[in-house]
């Protein structure tokens, strides 16, 4: 990673970080979390911080007070508010690569924070949208970047 490149997180590394079955991508999740932690290279949005508190409490069975505590944790990563111009963006993207609305508006959203990286394993991996690559966050490693 050179200076300046940022990774936009999606919900689900999120939800991993917290999984109390899959020990594994649970494991992938922290490294992940941990190095944009200290990087200072982690962006996301308000729409992933509801999907990750709602999912958290109610598929993961997390207490709702320390999922409360992530999310306030994270929003020190300055999230990206929703707006017209973040859904005229993600119309862009349903339009032009046939994406659903929500996933549009992560795209869109990974954008306006001037993201080099999407870590996700809902989008195709390696999939490039302008600027922006796709990375499962489960296939690829963070040692993979000069941190």
Known sequence: M????VF???SNLLLYSVD?????KRERALDWLGRLWVGGAGRLSWQVLHEFYWNAVRKMSLEPVRAREIV???????PVDCSLGLVQQAWHWM??????YWDALI??????TGAHYLLSEDFQA??????????????????????
Not at 20 to 24: A, G, Q
Not at 72 to 78: A, G, Q, R, Y
């Open 8 to 10: 936009f997180v999606d």
């Open 95 to 100: 339009d032009s690569a046939q994406l659903a």
């Open 107 to 112: 795209l869109a959203a990974a954008q306006r």
């Open 20 to 24: 109390p079955v899959e020990s594994e």
């Open 72 to 78: 306030e944790d994270l929003s020190t990563w300055k």
């Open 126 to 147: 390696n999939r490039r949208y302008d600027e922006i690559r796709v990375l499962n966050p489960f296939r690829s490693s963070p040692d993979e970047f000069e941190w």
């Open 2 to 5: 050179s200076a300046g490149e």
